[in-house]
């Protein structure tokens, strides 16, 4: 069973992994890019690979912990990474706009 992180701890851990590894505005606008473009990617090794060696593991790591305390991006259980931000998703948006009302 997956234990789910408290808001507040992952606001703290985020925070200390960025001040630990400070990513630049520029690393997390590429990240973001490839995600819009990709939508997702099976695991953190292939989005690595994605960016052809430009970027160290431990900033990837940093981004994609804060991009998931951003509710942009959603880890699933397998390890692979899914990007649920709707703005300028145009696939999900078509997606739940066909969607069912419950």
Do not use: C
Not at 2 to 13: G, S, T
Not at 64 to 91: E, F, H, M, P, R
Request: no cysteine; glycine share 2%.
């Amino acid at each position: 069973m997956q234990k789910l992180i408290a808001k507040k701890k992952l606001e703290e851990f985020v925070h200390n992994l960025a001040e630990k590894n400070n990513p630049t505005l520029l690393s997390i606008m590429k990240i973001e890019s490839l995600f819009k473009k990709h939508i997702e990617f099976d695991s953190r090794s292939q989005l690595l690979r994605k960016l052809d060696g430009t970027m160290k593991s431990t900033i990837l790591n940093t981004i994609i912990a804060y991009l998931a305390y951003q509710n942009k991006i959603v880890i699933n259980n397998d390890g692979s990474l899914t990007w649920i931000d709707t703005q300028g998703n145009k696939k999900l948006n078509r997606e739940f706009a066909k969607a069912v009302p419950l």
